[in-house]
């Protein structure tokens, strides 16, 4: 009998990742985030509509990387919060437009520099080389798995 196969969990490339995304995103959201009632999905959410304007419903799901149903919720949960607003395309009366609202661009302004400054200390000790490096891998290795084929193993299961 062979024994069990072993993971180094501390030498996973996925789980370091997930584990730096993870630490910054329990403490910026209890810190930053919690005190105006948001969550980091909508905080992406309003970061994505301040950085791009506003976006068919369908995009900003790819934009966020959150699914269409749990985005459909969020952004209504932010329309009452009075941080969105969303409209009927003037495309197609199908497709549905969020833009951040007045209220959601001042808090967006507020919570930006505060942002930046968890990604300062994240990156702390690591060369301006060092960082472009990690975020051009980072965007690489995302794009590998995004046009990553499933498995016909995978998917019988």
């Not at 196969?5 to 996925?14: F, M, S």
């Not at 549905?96 to 209220?103: G, I, N, R």
């Not at 960082?131 to 995978?154: D, E, G, H, P, W």
Request: with cysteine.
């Amino acid at each position: 009998m062979n024994p069990p196969a072993k993971l180094d969990l501390g030498e996973y490339l996925p789980y370091l990742v997930n584990r730096v995304g993870s630490i910054i995103a329990d403490q910026f959201g209890a810190e930053a985030l919690a005190p105006h009632g948001l969550s980091i999905a909508m905080w992406r959410v309003m970061a994505v509509l301040a950085s791009t304007g506003g976006q068919r419903q369908i995009d900003l799901a790819d934009l966020t990387s959150i699914d269409a149903s749990t985005l459909s919720r969020l952004v209504s949960r932010l329309v009452r919060m009075g941080l969105v607003t969303r409209t009927r395309s003037a495309n197609s009366n199908r497709e549905v437009v969020v833009k951040l609202s007045a209220k959601g661009n001042t808090l967006v302004a507020r919570l930006i520099p505060i942002a930046r400054e968890y990604e300062t200390e994240a990156i702390s000790g690591l060369s301006a080389e060092d960082l472009a490096i990690l975020k051009r891998c980072l965007r690489r290795m995302y794009a590998n798995m995004k046009s990553r084929q499933v498995s016909f193993a995978a998917a019988a299961q």
